[in-house]
């Protein structure tokens, strides 16, 4: 019974570390374009950069981070990531012109990338194996609810008090996170014997999970639409009108997802992953529709509805599916592989999008993206929905002939 125990203190440690960096990922995420825009003059082209540089030194330090956990140990990669994240979290005070702004993402994306690796390969060993899907999806509930956290406090702070009121949440948030990843408890034994007994990885596999990588193209396709959302509903919501209700899509987008969340983890180990994940991208697909279609408040709200429930699901159950094809001691590097394809597909997105809303402006972006979403049915079922739909077949069989 011990074993099948979910809700454990180190469970909720390493799910309040993997909160507060992503509160303040969220909140900079969409006020940070704002801030540019306001404070240091930079141009509407320019402001993707701010997503794409952070994310693509994540990137960089993601695969590394996977190595590095099965020497240093989980929790030692994990403190050195939140430390570095906390001290990109300060320098935000001191920033006057793009260039510093840029410069300092790149430090703060390398904290980012090092402690959301750290944290989702420990979550994924300390999740009873009979309950991964369900463990999952509560620990991405946690992301999620960052998700609404970060945005609404951030907008709400900047439409109300200043950006410096919003660096001052992020410094907060980054010291909760590092006491939260000091209280933690990982088995660093596993990843010492598994390098001891198991013949170590050589090559590029020293660094991704091969067979994590179907669901991780998948999740990059998923990403680099989500990308339109997270990188540029502030500026459009203001551009259209809705500043006051930019502050409550990503609540509506929380309600959504919480709502479903005690059913869509059982959903996906009882029944498999296609009976999750399908109706999931078509909901994201329907929520950015929305997006280019809202000509008033309830519309965009109603947007965030279908993303929330949509995205929120995917990302739990991609993460899930990437790890279980993993090995115990290669979790940490199944971890990795996921998040840099996904970050890629956000920071490919972030850049891309910012060029392609230029020219076709914001509703015009946002219907290439439900378009975008759509096609990510098409390569979920092409890379894994299929194989995985001829497993579980086989699966009900033996199980009807025994």
Not at 17 to 31: A, D, G, K, N, R
Not at 133 to 150: D, I, R, S
Not at 164 to 181: D, I, K
Request: hydrophobic share 50%; net charge positive.
């Amino acid at each position: 019974m011990q074993k099948s125990k979910l809700w454990t203190k180190d469970f909720l440690a390493v799910s309040l570390t993997s909160f507060f960096v992503f509160v303040i990922f969220y909140m900079l995420t969409v006020t940070l374009p704002l801030f540019a825009t306001d404070e240091l003059h930079a141009s509407k082209q320019s402001l993707g950069l701010i997503v794409t540089i952070f994310l693509v030194s994540g990137i960089v330090f993601r695969p590394l981070a996977g190595k590095w956990m099965t020497t240093l140990g989980q929790k030692k990669v994990l403190l050195i990531g939140v430390f570095i994240f906390l001290i990109g979290s300060i320098l935000y005070m001191n920033i006057h012109s793009l260039s510093a702004l840029l410069l300092l993402r790149v430090l703060h994306g390398i904290g980012f990338g090092m402690s959301t690796t750290a944290t989702g390969a420990i979550v994924a060993n300390v999740i009873p194996e009979q309950r991964k899907g369900e463990g999952m999806g509560y620990y991405a509930t946690f992301m999620n609810l960052a998700m609404v956290v970060g945005p609404f406090v951030g907008l709400t702070l900047t439409n109300t008090l200043s950006h410096t009121a919003v660096f001052t949440v992020a410094v907060v948030s980054s010291v909760l996170a590092v006491l939260s990843g000091l209280v933690l408890r990982v088995p660093e034994v596993q990843a010492s014997s598994a390098t001891n007994e198991i013949q170590p990885a050589k090559g590029l596999a020293t660094f991704f999970e091969y067979r994590s990588l179907p669901i991780s193209v998948a999740g990059l396709v998923v990403a680099f639409s989500y990308a339109s959302v997270i990188s540029f509903v502030s500026i459009y919501a203001k551009e259209m009108g809705f500043t006051q209700a930019s502050s409550f899509f990503f609540v509506v987008y929380a309600v959504c997802l919480l709502a479903s969340r005690p059913f869509t983890g059982k959903w996906f180990d009882q029944y498999g992953e296609n009976s999750v994940v399908y109706p999931s991208i078509l909901s994201l697909a329907i929520g950015i529709f929305l997006l280019s279609q809202a000509t008033t408040s309830w519309v965009f709200l109603l947007a965030g509805a279908f993303i929330g429930l949509g995205f929120g699901t995917i990302t739990s159950s991609f993460q899930s599916i990437a790890v279980k094809k993993a090995s115990p001691h290669r979790r940490g590097v199944a971890t990795a592989t996921f998040f840099v394809f996904f970050d890629s597909g956000m920071g490919l997105g972030s850049f891309l999008l910012g060029i392609l809303s230029t020219a076709a402006g914001y509703k015009g972006m946002y219907v290439f993206c439900s378009v975008v979403a759509l096609l990510a049915i098409a390569v979920y079922l092409v890379l894994h929905g299929r194989k995985s739909q001829k497993q579980r077949i086989i699966s009900q069989n033996e199980s009807l002939g025994k």
